[in-house]
């Protein structure tokens, strides 16, 4: 694991359904930093192909580069970010959701310190 980055827990899908309180884990997420920490996460949900990924990032923090086997969404629920999507910037403010198909490379970064809602469907998992 990179350091300065901390998943605190997952949250498997074993019945029909998992409510889950995004206001209580923004709260435990931005509790739970440690000195030195640029960013950390806590995957909420976890079935099949399927993760959702709350990430809180300080001002500066980036995800590196990278591209995903399925879609994503980048949802931001508070702060704001900075996105590159094959080069294009975009401007990501607080209420604002980006979808991003399968395979194309992408990073983000933390204007100020930002809490994120990220879902990723993984068509190759199992």
Known sequence: MPEGHTYL?????????LAIDL????????GSAAPGQDR????????????????HLHAGARLAEHAAPGAVTVQVLDGHVRAWVRGD???????RLIAIDSGVRHSVEAVEDSTLLL?????TAK
């Open 9 to 17: 827990r997952t949250h498997d899908l074993s019945a029909e359904h």
């Open 23 to 30: 206001a209580e884990a923004v709260t435990a997420l931005h």
């Open 40 to 55: 950390r996460g806590v995957t909420l949900v976890r079935q099949g192909g399927l993760s959702v990924v709350l990430t």
């Open 89 to 95: 910037e975009l401007d990501v403010k607080s209420g």
């Open 119 to 123: 879902t990723l469907a993984d068509p």
